[in-house]
Every structure is written in C-alpha cells, then in structure tokens.
Nanobody
Framework: QGQPVESGGGLVQAGGSLRLSCDVS????????MGWFRQASGKEREFIAA????????LYADSVKGRFIISRDNARNTVYLQMNNPKPEDAAVYYC??????????????????WGQGTQVTVSS
C-alpha cells in the first residue's frame, strides 16, 4: 500500500529517447510530490528530478538539466520521466518516490517514504 510502480525501462541507444512511467494509483497521500532517483551498482542513490502537486514547479539535478523532463498527469495518477539524449553514464536502476506535498523540494532519498521497485535503464552505443 502506497508504493508506486515504475515501467518503461529497457535498452535505449545513446542519443535516443525513452519515457519512464510511474503509476501512483495506490498512493497513500491525496496530494503528493514526486521524485525520480537513480542508482548504479555500487553507487549511492542519486536525485534526478522532482515535481510538485502544481506541475509548474519542478527541480532538476544539474546532470540531467536540458535532457530529461519530469511531468505528471494527476487525472491518470501517473508521473513521467522523459529521457532525451541519454548517455552511457545515465544507465542505472530508476526509481520513483512519493512524499506528502510541501512548500519545498527535497533531494535526499530519506525524505521520500514510499518507493517503487525500480526499472532498469541500459544505454548502448
């Protein structure tokens, strides 16, 4: 209960595009903020992007600015991460996470109580 479900991961060529989806229909909170994170093997979980209940409020990590786009469709209970021009260093397991909406964005993984199981993204040349 409360866990999101990611989908859309897979193999993508460098310079291509891929869209990840996160189903949050089973969410705990009636209003929520969303975050996308990624974690490569042996590395710490890395913040990628966040979006508030208002879709005009977004935050991106410097590593993905101008390439990735976070969006949401509240009517469909779905959050997206559009990955444009992925690079080999973008390969990782991608997670979406939920937290209760607030006036602030958070980059720390510990600030998000509910996590999906992750979806693997592999980048090839």
């Amino acid at each position: 209960q409360g866990q999101p479900v990611e989908s859309g991961g897979g193999l993508v060529q460098a310079g291509g595009s891929l869209r990840l989806s996160c189903d949050v229909s089973g969410r705990t909170f009636s209003m929520y903020d969303m975050g996308w994170f990624r974690q490569a093997s042996g590395k710490e979980r890395e913040f990628i992007a966040a979006i508030g209940w208002s879709t005009s409020s977004t935050l991106y990590a410097d590593s993905v600015k101008g390439r990735f786009i976070i969006s949401r469709d509240n009517a469909r209970n779905t959050v997206y991460l559009q990955m444009n021009n992925p690079k080999p260093e973008d390969a990782a397991v991608y997670y979406c996470a939920i937290r209760e909406n607030s006036r602030f964005f958070y980059r720390g993984a510990t600030e998000y109580p509910y996590w999906g199981q992750g979806t693997q993204v592999t980048v090839s040349s």
